[in-house]
């Protein structure tokens, strides 16, 4: 601890790194200049540390499967290159049948403890569509969880309904979901989203659908997609904008910020964005994620999925405390060519080992399954 204190003294940001070792989180100010300061090996080291306080050497990670149930999608966001019109021949949308046996297959192959459900906007699918499948997958496997549906595939079913997104919700908490993924924020800022996802939901509406989740007992993770055309004050605007809805319902368990992909992206084709943002500033992100966040959202997720295993590696020692999942099944970001998109268990035990960390296998809730 002494030689951190000595380390950040003379550094243009040391009162914010030392209140944060107080454990005096930084505000929209303090974080806006530790976004502009190039101190990431002083911010890692402070984050690390206040990491492994509350941790120890220990990281989680979740045994889980992706379905992305459907391509089709309306909405035509410009970072996404997962995404087909209806009735395009590259178009699918898996049947219950299909749902049940990828499930079948994972648990009996590795034994996972979680099904992250994300799809494309997809008007021919009703609200029965979910509800079959998370009765399904509950019923018959009851040790896996059902972690799914943005906020913005929440408001979709709910315009095909014609009902509100409080009504969906409900519905689809009854029938099994158990806790809400945080995609669809990218930057909680509108100016952003009109550039790179001008059809999806607004900012005000994500909050508003995660405070419902929040309220009606879902749990979420919220994410930030970095690296795309937003400003340093952006990124500083969607941390206070989590900041405030956690502070009223206390719904997020873990904060994921994860980078953009560009290849394959509209955003590149129109030489919007050239380059994905690159390990530097990956770091960068997970340190001011838990020096924003620490104790607050209990999880920083290390983003393993855009930035690789050796980036998460270094991640677990800027301030994440969790791998993610072994995601077996991505088709979303495997569509940007981005590197291997699924793991097994084995693998993130191992890359969790070499750093010299425990390992901790948890289920949905961030509860232990075992240590390895
Ligand atoms: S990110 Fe989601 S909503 Fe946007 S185009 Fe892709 S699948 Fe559709």
Not at 1 to 30: C, F, T, V
Not at 147 to 163: F, N, P, Q, W, Y
Not at 187 to 204: A, E, Q, R, Y
């Amino acid at each position: 601890m002494s030689q951190i204190i000595e380390q950040i003294h003379s550094s243009e940001i040391s009162d914010i790194l030392e209140n944060a070792l107080d454990g005096k989180r930084p505000e929209y100010d303090d974080c806006l200049r530790l976004l502009e300061s190039n101190e990431i090996h002083l911010m890692g080291l402070t984050a690390g540390h206040l990491t492994r306080k509350r941790f120890g050497k220990k990281a989680s990670f979740v045994n889980n499967i992706i379905l992305n149930y459907t391509n089709v999608c309306i909405t035509d966001c410009k970072f996404c290159a997962f995404y087909r019109p209806p009735g395009d021949d590259e178009s699918y949308t898996l049947s219950l049948e299909n749902i049940e046996a990828r499930v079948k297959t994972a648990w009996e192959l590795y034994k996972i403890r979680q099904v992250l459900i994300q799809g494309g906007h997809n008007p021919d699918l009703g609200v029965e569509y979910y509800e079959e499948a998370f009765r399904m997958i509950r019923s018959k496997y009851p040790k896996i969880g059902v972690h799914g549906l943005s906020t913005s595939e929440i408001d979709m079913i709910a315009r095909v309904e014609k009902s509100s997104t409080k009504e969906i919700l409900s519905r689809l908490k009854d029938s099994g979901l158990q806790s809400i993924p945080g995609a669809g924020a990218e930057i909680l800022v509108d100016s952003v989203k009109d550039i790179i996802s001008p059809k999806k939901i607004t900012s005000d509406e994500w909050i508003r659908i995660m405070r419902e989740a929040h309220e009606l007992g879902l749990p979420a993770s919220a994410t930030m997609m970095y690296g795309s055309v937003e400003s340093t004050s952006d990124i500083a605007e969607h941390f206070e904008k989590i900041v405030q809805l956690q502070e009223k319902t206390h719904g997020f368990m873990a904060f994921i910020p994860w980078s953009f992909e560009p290849n394959n992206t509209l955003l590149q084709k129109e030489n919007t964005v050239r380059y994905g943002a690159g390990g530097t500033q990956l770091l960068k992100m997970i340190a001011i994620s838990r020096l924003v966040l620490d104790g607050f959202i209990p999880h920083i997720q290390s983003s393993w999925l855009t930035n690789g295993v050796g980036m998460a590696q270094i991640a677990l020692q800027y301030g994440a405390d969790d791998f993610g999942g072994t995601l077996i099944g991505e088709e979303v970001v495997s569509c940007t060519g981005s590197r291997s998109t699924e793991l097994t268990d084995k693998k993130i035990i191992d890359a969790i080992q070499q750093i010299g960390y425990q390992v901790e296998e948890r289920d949905n809730f961030y509860n232990t399954v075992c240590m390895h």
